[in-house]
């Protein structure tokens, strides 16, 4: 992957990071004071929370990459997992994910790094690693990605894929589908190269901003399915779903679309 892109985007997170505390207003901080508190708490995450009882997280070392600011990996130890270990690009999301951690009081690490340059000395150390939505698309290569997760997980460790369904991204915001809708308007479903966003990242209040660049990647089904096979992992599991991941309340009808998506994996032993 272009290491220029990778600063950018490292960048516009340190951003937007900032936009995304300030909306919060200490909303988790005050949260993870309460042992009870999760971020696990909308319509939609009642299935994902199914799947993860399904896979029984106690005692087991868990890993999330990447992180954003840890609130879902401290979360999910709480499912009574004996560690988990965070890694993300932003500067900021991980120094957020620390504090985070000394209010909370988790057996939780966080490591502020390039995804794709995680050390070998994390080899085969991970039972679950737990992939959320909005994280494949900020990766060019989904084989390198898919790889790094192989390679952290021990012999028959699982991977849970809970994302953003391709199709969804056809509702951008810039697509006016008030009007009648014509094709031009979609993003295409083939494209490979980078896509440019320059809008600003804060999906927690949606204030526009005079945001830093960054660059996104539409994959297909296919792209990641083969990714998860060519990187040694065995695909026990997928299901799609209608639920809404992001928040866009102009669209009607968006029940009849596939807009989310689970996957199930294992790490062949």
Known sequence: MNRDICEKNREAWN???????KARNNFLQEGFKN???????????????????ELGLKDKIIAQLPCNNGRELL??????????????????????ANELKAISNLNVEFYRTNILD??????????????SEG?????????????IVSKLLKPNGKVLIYEIHPFAYFFEPSNDLDKEPTLDIFLSYFEKSAYSYKNGLDYVSGKAYEAKE?????????????????????????????MEMVNNERVKNMEKFPLSYIINCRKKG
């Open 15 to 21: 951003e937007a990071t900032v936009y995304h505390q």
């Open 35 to 53: 042992s009870n508190f999760t971020t696990l708490d909308r319509d939609c995450d009642e299935i994902l929370i199914k799947k993860l009882n």
């Open 75 to 96: 979360s999910l130890v709480k499912f009574g997992a004996k560690k988990g270990i965070g890694f993300d690009i932003s500067d900021v999301a991980i120094a957020e």
């Open 118 to 131: 995680i050390d070998d000395t994390f080899n085969e150390t991970v039972d679950f690693i737990y992939i």
């Open 135 to 147: 994280s494949l698309q900020w990766f060019s290569l989904l084989d390198d990605y898919f790889k």
């Open 214 to 242: 960054c660059c996104w990647y539409m994959h297909k089904i296919s792209d990641i399915i083969n990714a998860l096979i060519c990187s040694g992992l065995e695909i026990e599991r997928m299901d799609e779903y209608n």
